[in-house]
Structures are given as C-alpha cells and as structure tokens.
C-alpha cells in the first residue's frame, strides 16, 4: 500500500466473511490488530444507525435528522488494534498508540439499542501524549448515555483528568463535566448543564442551555457557579444571570453578544482581587470585544482587538 510519498507494507491480512445460520460475519486478523463482526450489519448504514440513535433522542438538534433506512443492524463487534502505523503513513492521522486498544459491545438499530466500550490506555495524538481514555455509550430504558473519561498528559508529565457524562431523553441533553488537573497550583470542578434544542420565534435552530449548580476550586478555593441560562442561535448569544461566588467575592456576566455595537455583554465584580485574575498584558480590557463565527460557537481572539462590529464587553 502506497500513497504519493512513502510506501508501506502490510505483511499480513486475512479476511474471511460469509455467512452462519442467517448470520452475517466478518472476521479480519492483521498486522494490526483483529476485528470480528457477528450479526446482520450493512457497511454503507452503520454510520446512519449510530446517528439515528442520538436523533431519537434529540429529535431537533441541529444538523442531525433521523432518517429512515432499508438496511438495519443488529450485530456485536469484537477488536483490538495494536499498531496504528498505516493510518499515519498512508492517511496521514497523527495517531501513534502505545498499548492495544481494545472495542467491545452491541448495536441493534431496530430497538434504538447500543451498548459499546473503547479503552485507549496509551496513546499520542498530534505529538501530544493522553493516558486512560475510554468511552462507554449504552441506551438503558429511553435514555441514551455516554461515559467519557481521558487524562491530557502535559510535557512535564503533568495530568489534566477530564470526565464527561451526558444522557440524552426526549429531546433533553444532562451533561456533567468533571475537571482535575495535578498543578502545582490545583484546578478542579464540575460543570453540569441542561440542554433543550428547538426552533425559536424566527424558526432559527437554537439552544437553550441551562448551567445548574455547580462549582471550581482553585488552589484551596472553592467557587460556586449558581443557575443560569444561556440561549445561542447563529451569530447570537445571550447569557443570564451567570454568577459565581465565593463567600463575598462575586462574578456575574449578563447581556447580548452578536455582530451588532448595540448589544454588550456587562461583567460585574464584587469584592474581587482584580491582580488575583489579571489578563495578560497584551489584553486590552478596555477595547476587548467578543467576536462571533458564523455558525459557529464564539470564540475570544488572542488579543481581543477585533472589528467594532463585535460586541463590546463592560466591566463594572
């Protein structure tokens, strides 16, 4: 196997599919690893029966529309790979994995069921090294679940843990962010949210995000982030009441972000050691301005000096 600059061999492969008793099977063993698929599956629509699933659930999130299919799944997967070269060399993915990956479970489309494990206990990606990932998405009842764990490892050898956990049930999205870091000065938390996806009075896709109570800790301060709704539809952001504290000391964020001057988001400070969370020195405060992508989630430039036709950002 060869692409345009560099030649790779693949010295052994054995692929035997057919099959048993009605039973659709694939078996592949390899250089790199074994897959063994058992079940009724159609190559062309396993993508689609992993996307209905989530549609089911949240039936008007944006892009995702359950569509109907003539070829179903229904079918149990068994691999692990242990070399990841050829998807460097001949596609280019920057994926090096230092100990086998291991994928297990079961997918019956028919009865919008899923049960799927991933563990990566090694692995660098675009050079940089991450520990203990693993993925569990199961469908228990109505609900459609994800468990999503991994460790970013940074150059000296220090662990930012995150932790994910999301269900999603008619048409509402719980996601639970957990954070930890082995800093010298520690940062950790948790981040839980509700979302519900719909169309607004103008028939624009839109998310209404709730943040439920929750809270970071930085060094041996805790702070807690209170209840607050954000709604985000195309160029348009709106947050209220975001507020967080800690004892006296409070930070609050309301207002309006779009592409229009008259809108502004105001930030207020109560009793807060300004030097404690001073920006960088290129960060002008007074001309920062948030800017918002089409279609995309905002996004802070590095050094905030954007066109006036942002939104300005008010400190009080």
């Given amino acids: ?35 063994d698929l058992n079940g009724h599956f159609s190559y062309s629509s396993m993508v689609r029966s992993l996307l209905n699933l989530v549609a089911d659930k949240l039936p008007t999130i944006p892009g995702l529309e359950k569509k109907p299919q003539t070829d179903h799944n229904d079918f149990t ?28 479970g079961e997918l019956d489309d028919r009865n919008n069921s899923i049960d799927l494990w991933c563990d990566v206990p090694s692995f660098t990606y675009a050079g940089t090294n991450y520990r203990d990932a693993y993925i569990n998405i199961e469908s228990p009842g109505d609900t459609l679940k994800a468990d999503v764990r991994i460790k970013k490892i940074a150059q000296n050898g220090k ?31 948790v ?30 301060t805790t702070w807690h982030i209170h209840p607050a709704r954000v709604t985000y539809y195309k160029d348009h952001l709106n947050i209220d009441g ?14 309006t972000a779009t592409h229009s001057v008259d ?6 400070l109560k009793n807060v050691d300004v030097n404690y969370m001073r920006p960088p020195s290129n960060l002008n405060l007074s001309t ?22 942002s939104t300005p950002i008010t400190f009080t």
């Fill in 1 to 35: 196997m060869q692409n345009a600059d560099s030649c790779y061999a693949i010295r052994n492969i054995n692929v035997e599919t057919g099959f048993n008793d009605g039973n659709h099977f694939l078996s592949l063993k390899s250089d790199f690893g074994t897959i």
């Fill in 159 to 189: 662990a930012l843990a995150l932790k994910l956990r999301a269900g999603a049930f008619d048409n509402h999205l719980n996601t639970s962010m957990e954070f930890h870091n082995d800093a010298r000065r520690s940062l950790s938390g």
């Fill in 288 to 309: 920062c301005r948030s800017e918002l992508m089409s279609g995309a989630l905002p996004k802070m430039p590095a050094s905030c000096a954007v066109p006036s036709a």
């Fill in 263 to 268: 809108d502004s988001l105001t930030v207020k």
């Fill in 191 to 220: 981040l839980n949210t509700s979302a519900v996806f719909a169309k607004n009075e103008e028939g624009e896709s839109t998310a209404y995000i709730d943040i439920l109570e929750s809270r970071t800790t930085i060094g041996d």
């Fill in 242 to 255: 975001f507020h967080v504290s800690h004892a006296n000391q409070e930070i609050g964020i309301d207002g």
């Fill in 77 to 104: 997967i068994n691999a692990s790979i242990h070399n990841t070269e050829w998807l460097q060399r001949l596609l280019g993915v920057p994926l090096e994995i230092h100990r086998p990956l291991s994928l297990s």
